[in-house]
C-alpha cells in the first residue's frame, strides 16, 4: 500500500493537475474536502457515511491522492481510533490504488470548533452538521500548503 506519513514522499507520488481529497475519517461520519487542480486550495465537500457514498461523491473527478487524519493521541500514540483509520485506509487503497498521505493533525475539531463558536456564531446543531467537511478541509489545507512549500 502506498501510504506515507512524511509529506515529500507523498508529494513525489501524486501527478499534478489532479485533486487531492482530504478525509476525517469516523466510523458513523466521514468529512471530505477537495483542493481544486493546482492543489492549493481545501474545499469543505460533504459528509458521508459510506465508502460507497464517498464513491459516488468522487465519481468523475481527476483525484491524485488522499489525505487522512490520523487521530493520535496527545503523547504522540496511536490509540484504537488511529488503528481502525488505517485498516479503512487500505480498503480505500484497495478501492482506488492512490497515494494515501496520514496527516497528524490532533487538534484540528478543536481549532474548527473554536472557528466556528469566534466568527462564524454557529449554533451547536449546525456545528454538528458541517464539522466533519471542515474539519477535512482544514486538514487538507495543512497539508496542502506544506506539501506547495517542498
Excluded at 473554536?114 to 452538521?129: H, P, T, Y
Amino acid at each position: 500500500m502506498s501510504t506515507y506519513e512524511i509529506p515529500i514522499d507523498f508529494k513525489k507520488q501524486i501527478q499534478p493537475m489532479t485533486q487531492l481529497v482530504g478525509i476525517d475519517y469516523g466510523t458513523k461520519r466521514i468529512g471530505v474536502a477537495i483542493s481544486d487542480l493546482m492543489q492549493m486550495t481545501a474545499t469543505p465537500l460533504k459528509i458521508v457515511s459510506s465508502m460507497d457514498e464517498l464513491e459516488k461523491l468522487l465519481i468523475d473527478r481527476k483525484i491524485g491522492g488522499f489525505v487522512i487524519w490520523l487521530p493520535k493521541q496527545m503523547n504522540g500514540e496511536e490509540g484504537e481510533q488511529a488503528k481502525i483509520t488505517r485498516v479503512w485506509a487500505e480498503k480505500l487503497y484497495e478501492k482506488y490504488s492512490l497515494p494515501i498521505l496520514f496527516w497528524d493533525e490532533r487538534l484540528s475539531s478543536a481549532a474548527v470548533s473554536r472557528i466556528f463558536i469566534e466568527q462564524a456564531d454557529l449554533s451547536r446543531k449546525r456545528q454538528k452538521e458541517v464539522m466533519d467537511k471542515v474539519a477535512a478541509a482544514y486538514i487538507l489545507q495543512g497539508a496542502l500548503d506544506l506539501i506547495g512549500r517542498l
